[in-house]
């Protein structure tokens, strides 16, 4: 699985009810059916800088061919919110229908992310983990 980098259109700053809002639509190219998308995109600010990874993940049944996939993050911070200029997103992991999990190379990932942000090292490419209680 692919994303198609003509439909990708980076990330959108919208303002919804006193307060910001990313959006992003992808479309994918699948290969092989799935059941299961991870996309992780890494919005850029002004000076290329990285900030917060976004996670996107979609449970559903996709054949081959091209899907459209959507997702909205709040945002707590007006700056970053307004600052972001830039956005890189790539397939982290798919669950086949077999139940094989499949992970991207992250070492790849970030040679392509380095073209954006040289100084960047793994944990900026990585969405953080969620918090246990």
């Known amino acids: 699985m692919t994303i198609d980098s003509t439909g990708y259109t980076?990330?959108?700053t919208?303002?919804?009810e006193?307060?910001?809002?990313?959006a992003?639509?992808?479309?994918?190219?699948?290969t092989a059916p799935v059941t299961a998308v991870n996309v992780v995109i890494i919005p850029f600010?002004?000076?290329?800088?990285?900030m917060r990874p976004l996670s996107l993940t979609k449970i559903a049944d996709f054949a081959e061919g091209s899907h459209t996939v959507d997702g909205q993050?709040?945002?707590?911070?007006?700056?970053?919110?307004?600052?972001?200029?830039?956005?890189?997103?790539?397939?982290?992991?798919?669950?086949?229908?077999?139940g094989i999990v499949i992970y991207a190379d992250r070492d790849k990932i970030?040679?392509?992310?380095?073209?954006?942000?040289?100084?960047?090292?793994?944990?900026?490419?990585?969405?953080?983990?969620?918090?246990?209680?």
Do not use: C, H
């Open 45 to 50: 600010d002004v000076w290329n800088q990285p």
């Open 10 to 12: 980076g990330i959108e």
């Open 24 to 30: 992003a639509q992808l479309r994918l190219k699948v």
């Open 73 to 98: 993050w709040n945002v707590f911070d007006e700056n970053d919110a307004l600052g972001v200029k830039n956005s890189f997103a790539y397939v982290d992991r798919v669950r086949m229908t077999t």
């Open 14 to 16: 919208n303002y919804v």
């Open 110 to 133: 970030l040679a392509q992310a380095k073209k954006i942000s040289s100084k960047l090292e793994e944990q900026d490419i990585v969405p953080p983990a969620p918090k246990k209680e």
């Open 18 to 22: 006193r307060g910001y809002r990313y």
